[in-house]
């Protein structure tokens, strides 16, 4: 495989949806999503052995979100991405927004408590770690919204609108590293707002909501300033090789339009798992209340009671 500038192939035929997606590993996504899935997979076997369940649907949806990443970084969208603007902002979407919410759905650090083993007395292992880390000060600071909004925006208008994206394009490693942020920022963002899994930043719902409406509408700006924009915001895109037939104006549109089609997706999921999760506490809280009250012979209602008859017999 040829490359020229900005470490791309320039031999490239042009786009079809069959061709992005062609097997084409890189060896780095491949390795990873493999030592994911097989790290997860035997974190359920441990469960299983020991007679503890662990819901199919957190498998699915961690087991789609591996895939998701390998669609766009194992296949020939990976390829054509370091060429055409409107693939790579695919991957993009696809790896910072749509990924780290599956993954997080799947639940993998409450799944990794609950299937590593205890230390004994005095000694710490990779549980203890894992709890240390979660209860940090690093770890506050970098899942407070404060820090995650501002973090996420960033990843947008401080890459792509400074030299920084040439720079990262010029290497396969640097490529390698931008994706790896972008994975990295989506799953920072978004672990507060899931609250599946133990964290130390644990808002309430409408407080999930508004973090979550907080970062969207940016995306929905940067698509809408890549859409208008009259020249080429992007050295690495602005001569795509002739072999494409593409007009680097119009693939800059066209990933404007990406970027900002893909600022409602997560949204739309987010707020589905949101109301869906809220549901499902509301359930548990009664159900509480409910036990609690067979317990103790529904006290609490026949104090409430006794309260309405005093005020009744002051009235009278």
């Known amino acids: 495989m040829d490359h020229g500038g900005h470490g791309m192939n320039m031999d490239l035929p042009p786009f079809t949806l069959g061709r992005g997606l062609e097997f084409s590993a890189?060896?780095?996504?491949?390795?990873?999503?493999?030592?994911?899935?097989?790290?997860?997979?035997?974190?359920?076997?441990?469960?299983?052995?020991?007679?503890?369940g662990w819901p199919v649907n957190r498998i699915v949806l961690f087991v789609i979100g591996v895939l998701s990443i390998a669609l766009v970084m194992c296949t020939g969208l990976n390829d054509y991405g370091m060429v055409m603007f409107s693939v790579h902002m695919v991957q993009h979407m696809v790896i910072s927004m749509v990924s780290p919410i599956l993954l997080l759905l799947g639940a993998p650090v409450t799944l990794a408590l609950r299937a590593l083993p205890v230390a004994g007395r005095g000694r710490t292992g990779p549980r203890e770690l894992l709890l240390k880390l979660l209860h940090s000060r690093y770890m506050k600071i970098i899942t407070h919204p404060v820090f995650?909004?501002?973090?996420?925006?960033?990843?947008?208008?401080?890459?792509?609108?400074?030299?920084?994206?040439?720079?990262?394009?010029?290497?396969?490693?640097?490529?390698?590293?931008?994706?790896?942020?972008?994975?990295?920022?989506?799953?920072?963002?978004?672990?507060?707002?899931?609250?599946?899994?133990?964290?130390?930043?644990?808002?309430?719902?409408v407080m999930r909501m508004l973090e979550l409406f907080a970062g969207m509408p940016f995306h929905a700006f940067f698509g809408i300033a890549l859409m208008m924009a009259s020249q080429p915001m992007v050295k690495a895109y602005e001569n795509p090789p002739a072999s494409l037939g593409i007009d680097a104006l119009g693939d800059q549109s066209a990933a404007g339009g990406i970027a900002w089609a893909f600022?409602?997706?997560?949204?739309?999921?987010?707020?589905?798992?949101?109301?869906?999760?809220?549901?499902?506490?509301?359930?548990?809280?009664?159900?509480?209340?409910?036990?609690?009250?067979?317990?103790?012979?529904?006290?609490?209602?026949?104090?409430?009671?006794?309260?309405?008859?005093?005020?009744?017999?002051?009235?009278q």
């Not at 401080?158 to 972008?182: N, Q, R």
């Not at 317990?295 to 009671?305: I, M, P, S, V």
């Open 263 to 315: 600022s409602e997706i997560p949204s739309v999921l987010v707020l589905i798992a949101l109301v869906f999760q809220w549901y499902r506490s509301d359930q548990r809280t009664a159900k509480r209340s409910d036990r609690a009250a067979d317990r103790d012979g529904d006290q609490e209602l026949k104090a409430y009671n006794a309260y309405l008859a005093s005020l009744q017999t002051r009235g």
């Open 148 to 205: 995650t909004i501002p973090l996420f925006i960033a990843s947008l208008y401080g890459l792509y609108f400074t030299p920084l994206f040439d720079f990262l394009m010029e290497s396969k490693t640097g490529h390698i590293a931008m994706m790896v942020h972008f994975l990295a920022v989506g799953l920072v963002f978004f672990w507060p707002i899931m609250g599946v899994d133990p964290g130390p930043h644990r808002p309430g719902y």
């Open 26 to 52: 890189d060896p780095f996504f491949l390795i990873g999503c493999a030592v994911a899935l097989a790290l997860y997979g035997y974190g359920v076997v441990r469960l299983r052995r020991r007679g503890d």
